[in-house]
């Protein structure tokens, strides 16, 4: 079935690397993605990464993707107080009906 | 700007009366859906249309309507609203792999 899973706090100091994983359970999925929420506010879209794929990079940002144990994580490179928010981690599976499937969400707090 | 606009952001109703919150996207998209959000949960999706009169339920239809009448709008229908709907609702949007959502709603049933 579908399943995405992921921990539901996680405190850093700030100038540390942050490290979100999540773990999904249907290995068809097509696309995995990290959107970040921000209190009060929508979904913002991070990054996502295609199933082909093992690592992505943009700036501070690393998405690693390990189809064998259907694990993703996203690490964020000196985490700074702004980055506090929830982030979801969320797949898509081929059929053409474009269901995004979300994890509960990571709470990230940054502290000094 | 290419964007998905919802209405209300906040709305506070008693139980029983029938409300709509109003999606609206001006991207072309064929695909739109409904999520509501709640603490621990993630986002669940309602109900999502692949296109005009075309509309499927999703995870948690129970107790919401969609139509989808034009393309670029997709409103969300509670005919009776309950307390176990107060949450917080987004409309998305998508062609392909890109996702846009609105900026939520924030619906309390009392």
């Known amino acids: 079935g579908e399943d995405v899973e992921q921990s539901l706090f996680l405190s850093v100091r700030e100038g540390d690397s942050s490290v979100i994983n999540c773990t999904y359970t249907?290995?068809?999925?097509?696309?995995l993605y990290w959107y970040k929420q921000e209190p009060g506010a929508g979904l913002q879209l991070l990054t996502y990464i295609f199933s082909n794929m093992d690592m992505k990079q943009d700036q501070r940002l690393t998405v690693l993707l390990n189809k064998k144990d259907k694990h993703l994580s996203l690490r964020i490179a000196d985490t700074q107080t702004g980055d506090s928010a929830i982030y979801f981690c969320a797949e898509t599976l081929p059929g053409g009906y474009n269901k995004l499937i979300f994890g509960a969400g990571t709470r990230l707090a940054v502290h000094p | 700007e290419a964007q998905v606009t919802q209405n209300p952001r906040y709305l506070i109703t008693v139980t029983g009366k029938k409300l709509t919150v109003t999606c609206s996207q001006n991207?072309?998209?064929?695909?739109m859906s409904w999520y509501r959000q709640d603490p621990g949960l993630g986002l669940r999706q309602i109900y999502y249309s692949m296109n005009v009169e075309v509309t499927d339920k999703g995870d948690v239809p129970e107790g919401y309507k969609v139509s989808r009448k034009e393309k670029r709008n997709f409103p969300l229908i509670l005919e009776s609203p309950s307390p176990n709907q107060t949450s917080l609702y987004f409309c998305?949007?998508?062609?392909?792999?890109?996702?846009?959502f609105g900026s939520g709603t924030r619906l309390t049933v009392v």
């Open positions: 998305a949007s998508s062609y392909s792999y890109g996702y846009t």
């Open positions: 991207m072309n998209h064929e695909y």
């Open positions: 249907d290995s068809s999925s097509t696309y």
